[in-house]
């Protein structure tokens, strides 16, 4: 569970747990939203996992309750629910910074890739929103050796209606080897049109990342090059 819950850790599971039996917290976190420093909660709830079987899969819901008097808390939105593979390497966080709160997934797929999904939402005063997402893939030998300077994605910003490309690393010096030249860094940043914004009860990780892979299906690749897949 994130540390900012610190000494309160058992008494916001509890307010999860109450508004949602029979779920287990995958992650929690805690902060504010919103100008009036009130005290939301953010979790990732998941249904269906069996421990005892080698790789469980389990339904994933992310949930957001909001303190309406001291130690009483609403549920005020909570997403739809999307499989998640509890024991395939994959990693699930949240945390609220700044008045926005971000959903974190982390897939380790094979040996030589792993790739992270930052979902964040804010508060329009009506509703809770995505209003951007950060797709990040790392390229390495091993899942246990990651370069963290080999890496690509996309960067989109549903406000301003922006995505970026963008690649860091070397240029592979031969289509044998797994060396590269000195790191370089290149982005290409496009317009796209806006659509109505994804609430949080409209939203799923597994929905969204595949509706960006086929919106915003252009790459920058090995050789520093921007592809268009349009």
Same mark, same amino acid.
């Not at 976190?29 to 899969?57: H, N, Y």
């Not at 595949?210 to 520093?224: A, L, P, R, T, Y």
């Given at each position: ?11 916001? +599971? $509890?307010?999860?747990?109450?508004? %949602? ?7 929690? +976190? ?21 421990? @005892?079987? #080698?790789? #469980? @899969? +389990? @339904?994933? &819901? ?7 008097? #001291? ?5 005020? +939105? ?48 009506? @509703? ?52 590269? &030249?000195?790191? $370089? %860094? ?39 090059? %921007?592809?268009?897949?349009?």
């Amino acid at each position: 569970m994130n540390s900012a819950i610190s000494n309160n850790e058992d008494f916001v +599971a $509890k307010q999860v747990v109450e508004k %949602y039996p029979n779920s287990k917290i995958e992650a929690l +976190a805690t902060g504010s939203l919103d100008e009036s420093g009130i005290g939301f909660i953010g979790a990732l709830i998941k249904k269906g996992a069996d421990e @005892d079987v #080698p790789e #469980p @899969d +389990a @339904d994933l &819901t992310f949930v957001l309750l909001k303190e309406v008097s #001291p130690k009483k808390y609403v549920v005020v +939105a909570n997403s739809k629910s999307w499989q998640y593979y509890s024991r395939r390497n994959n990693e699930s966080e949240i945390h609220i910074d700044n008045k926005s709160v971000f959903v974190t997934e982390t897939n380790h797929s094979g040996c030589c890739w792993r790739g992270v999904s930052k979902f964040q939402f804010k508060n329009n005063g009506k @509703d809770f929103y995505l209003v951007g997402v950060e797709q990040v893939n790392y390229s390495s030998y091993t899942i246990h050796n990651v370069n963290e300077n080999h890496k690509f994605g996309r960067s989109i910003n549903y406000l301003t209606g922006v995505v970026k490309y963008w690649r860091a690393g070397g240029v592979p010096i031969n289509n044998d080897s797994f060396d590269f &030249t000195q790191n $370089k %860094y290149l982005e290409k940043q496009l317009k796209f049109k806006k659509a109505p914004m994804i609430r949080i009860a409209s939203f799923s990780a597994a929905s969204i990342n595949d509706s960006i892979n086929k919106q915003f299906c252009g790459e920058v690749d090995e050789s520093f090059k %921007y592809l268009s897949c349009k």
